[in-house]
């Protein structure tokens, strides 16, 4: 048995792939995206204590150095989201992959599939790869991966055997501006990229246009010629960047504008990819 840290659990979603799956959201990224939405996954508690003060309802503790949460008191007001300094949350499940499989399994007659997403559920490889091979022992359900790309060859290797498809976000192309955005390269998620196109397990690779980096007509062709080299009928997502649920500098950026997405989109077609969308 090996244990998962899983940030949530949602018994239904209609935007982490095809069908009505449930999603398993892991504790823990590997990248320091500059305007991510969903901050409080991003690090593991270190059990400073700062949160507890901040919980209106006394659901947290501090207990031989480890802030212990009580469920049954918690009413979901996020007060302790909101004053952690490192980006976690003391309200992570830690979970076996039977117990996970325990909490889905009831509502998998209603499901297509299980989504892990993140914070970076590879950061978690062995839980993701036993958590994957139990649904696929159990259930007729299909496994997917949300995934910033950025994990090494071998560890898409021993996932595969379990993985149906995965949708990788591509912060940008342009290496320089990927980094400017996640405090990491993208050499790495090219690779994955292309990898998952050659065994037929690439999704979609979606965009997040974030205004002043990666809003340019140029990098929208660039994307679109490197997914046309790969397999032209790769559908290409590209999703507005709201400020919501973001942290720092971030949280007062604009989104881009109509006409931006449009020619964005418009972009990636000339180029000649068949599937291209985008956000309203």
Not at 141 to 164: C, F, H, Q, Y
Not at 204 to 229: H, I, K, M, Q, Y
Not at 233 to 249: E, K, N, S, V
Request: aromatic content about 6%.
């Amino acid at each position: 048995m090996t244990t998962g840290l899983i940030n949530k659990i949602l018994l239904q979603s209609f935007v982490d792939g095809p069908g009505n799956r449930a999603v398993y959201f892991f504790q823990g990224c590997n990248l320091r995206c500059v305007y991510c939405h969903n901050p409080s996954t991003l690090a593991r508690c270190n059990h400073c204590g700062v949160c507890v003060s901040s919980c209106p309802t006394g659901a947290l503790r501090l207990d031989g150095g480890r802030v212990r949460w009580d469920s049954g008191r918690c009413q979901d007001c996020e007060a302790c989201v909101e004053a952690c300094p490192h980006f976690s949350t003391p309200r992570v499940l830690e979970l076996t992959e039977d117990a996970l499989w325990e909490r889905i399994q009831p509502r998998a007659d209603f499901l297509a599939g299980v989504t892990a997403s993140g914070g970076e559920a590879t950061q978690q490889l062995d839980f993701l790869v036993s958590s994957f091979a139990l649904v696929k022992r159990s259930s007729r359900l299909t496994t997917m991966i949300e995934t910033n790309g950025s994990l090494a060859p071998e560890a898409l290797s021993r996932l595969l055997p379990v993985l149906d498809a995965a949708i990788v976000d591509l912060k940008a192309f342009d290496n320089d501006v990927h980094r400017q955005l996640t405090d990491a390269g993208n050499e790495s998620v090219k690779e994955t990229i292309a990898a998952l196109a050659r065994c037929g397990k690439l999704d979609s690779v979606r965009v997040t246009v974030v205004p002043g980096f990666n809003d340019t007509r140029e990098e929208a062709v660039e994307t679109a010629r490197f997914l046309r080299s790969l397999d032209p009928r790769i559908p290409l997502r590209f999703q507005r960047f709201r400020a919501h649920g973001t942290r720092g500098a971030a949280a007062g950026w604009p989104s881009p504008t109509d006409d931006t997405m449009e020619t964005l989109c418009a972009a990636a077609r000339e180029v000649g990819i068949a599937t291209v969308s985008r956000s309203l």
